[in-house]
Nanobody, 131 residues
Framework: QVQLVESGGGLVPPGGSLTLSCASP???????????LGWYRQAPGKERELVAE???????NYAESVKGRFTISKNNSRKMLYLQMNNLKAEDTAVYYC??????????WGQGTRVTVSSGWGQGTQVTVSS
């Protein structure tokens, strides 16, 4: 069963902004509000790293590299987690994952959403017209 669903990734130029969202549709309100929530990212060729987290008690932590640029927030009633990313840099390019961890329980991961920060062209998309 899919526990977490991320959205909002895309291609953005340096200095741009994106907001990532993470829905937790199969989680009841009390469980969601009582969980530690976080955003991780994995850049090509690198290990997965913590970007930001918000604990069940409301404590917020950020990786040094994103402090002052990223903001994590949540809406318990909607069971949503967000990551507002401003002043994006090329080094922010990665697949971003949201996580949810209950006290003493497993950590659930989303499927990831790709963020690409580049001033160049996109990678292209194939269009085929055929009868």
């Amino acid at each position: 069963q899919v526990q977490l669903v991320e959205s909002g990734g895309g291609l953005v130029p340096p200095g741009g902004s994106l907001t990532l969202s993470c829905a937790s549709p199969r989680t009841i309100f009390s469980v969601f509000s009582g969980s530690d929530l976080g955003w991780y990212r994995q850049a090509p060729g690198k290990e997965r790293e913590l970007v930001a987290e918000i604990t069940r008690g409301g404590t917020v932590n950020y990786a040094e590299s994103v402090k002052g640029r990223f903001t994590i927030s949540k809406n318990n009633s909607r069971k949503m987690l967000y990551l507002q990313m401003n002043n994006l840099k090329a080094e922010d390019t990665a697949v971003y994952y949201c996580t949810r961890r209950e006290s003493g329980g497993p950590t659930y991961w989303g499927q990831g959403t790709r963020v690409t920060v580049s001033s160049g062209w996109g990678q292209g998309t194939q269009v085929t017209v055929s009868s």
